[in-house]
């Protein structure tokens, strides 16, 4: 019975990010997104337009972390362009009372052109968050890029730059002794706690869901006997209630991790955890270039598109 829902979702997951591509289709949403749904998962085009949904967040209680989209670039040009739109962006936060954090893609940077040039602009952008009191978490890619993040983040806590973090997949074999690797820098950096959302090999990721879940679970328990700072990011219900559990049951102090879910999805969780008292920080994503996100969450599951269907055809 679980095989075979895995295999269905794996077919409707598949088959709606191939339909994503269809030109005419894509030329469509684009042209009538922002009318037709994609506000629900996307906050807005910039940073103005994106305002409204943060402060409505702020007001109930949430804490967030921007994201401005964009996918991976493949010429110095583009990474550059885009590293001035996020150092634009963490400068329109230093005037905001709280929101202070900032999410970013190496490869939106220019690491898939080089790694010097990925560091570079990352350096230029914790040097910004860092004058305008801004923590920024670098996002963890698929593996090829997973030595160079790592080697990214310790350079730069080497340097001084202990306000940049980063995000560990638990379905990914190497990810344990990658998170010691973390827990025993000096610097302490916190810590995004993620099952993994990338198609991986099997030669080096779990494919099982309970064993994926297991080591998710590990690295929270982890990570807060360290005393590190765990970012725990799911919307598994069944993690989200292991958690809570393993912290009231050991007397976890709540500024020492917080719940992380994106904007749009499973709000009734997210207000659920807020009123129990955790902390719930959500990743508010924005930018022009929002398709690729946007139908990867279509791709989550029907429900997603169905509600975008109702946009389309009324």
Do not use: C
Not at 121 to 140: F, I, N, P, T
Not at 279 to 306: C, H
């Amino acid at each position: 019975e679980h095989r075979r829902n895995r295999e269905v979702n794996a077919l409707y997951r598949s088959s709606v990010l191939a339909v994503a591509n269809f030109r005419p289709l894509r030329s469509l949403i684009e042209r009538r997104g922002m009318q037709m749904g994609v506000r629900r998962f996307v906050a807005g085009e910039d940073f103005a337009d994106a305002a409204p949904a943060i402060d409505r967040l702020e007001e109930q209680g949430f804490a967030v972390i921007l994201d401005v989209l964009g996918e991976f670039v493949d010429n110095e040009a583009a990474a550059l362009q885009i590293t001035e739109n996020v150092i634009e962006t963490v400068q329109r936060m230093a005037s905001r009372e709280h929101t202070k954090q900032l999410s970013v893609k190496l490869t939106q940077l220019g690491l898939g052109i080089s790694k010097e040039l990925g560091l570079n602009s990352m350096r230029r952008v914790a040097h910004a968050a860092r004058e305008a009191g801004v923590q920024v978490a670098m996002d963890m890619e698929n593996h090829p890029y997973i030595d160079a993040t790592l080697e990214i983040l310790e350079t730069l806590h080497n340097e001084g730059y202990t306000n940049v973090s980063t995000v560990l997949q638990a379905y990914l074999h190497r990810t344990q002794e990658d998170l010691g690797r973390l827990l025993a820098m000096p610097s302490k950096p916190a810590v995004r706690i993620v099952k993994g959302a990338y198609k991986e090999p099997a030669a080096i990721s779990y494919q099982q869901r309970s064993v994926i879940s297991d080591k998710f679970h590990e690295m929270v328990v982890r990570t807060l006997e360290a005393g590190s700072y765990a970012n725990i990011a799911t919307h598994d219900e069944r993690l989200v209630a292991r958690a809570s559990e393993y912290i009231e049951q050991n007397g976890v102090n709540r500024d020492q991790y917080e719940f992380q879910m994106l904007y749009g999805v499973m709000p009734g969780l997210q207000k659920r955890l807020l009123e129990q008292g955790h902390t719930v920080r959500i990743y508010v994503p924005f930018g022009q270039d929002w398709y690729g996100y946007f139908s990867r969450r279509l791709a989550e599951k029907p429900g997603n598109l169905a509600f975008v269907a109702r946009g389309l055809f009324g």
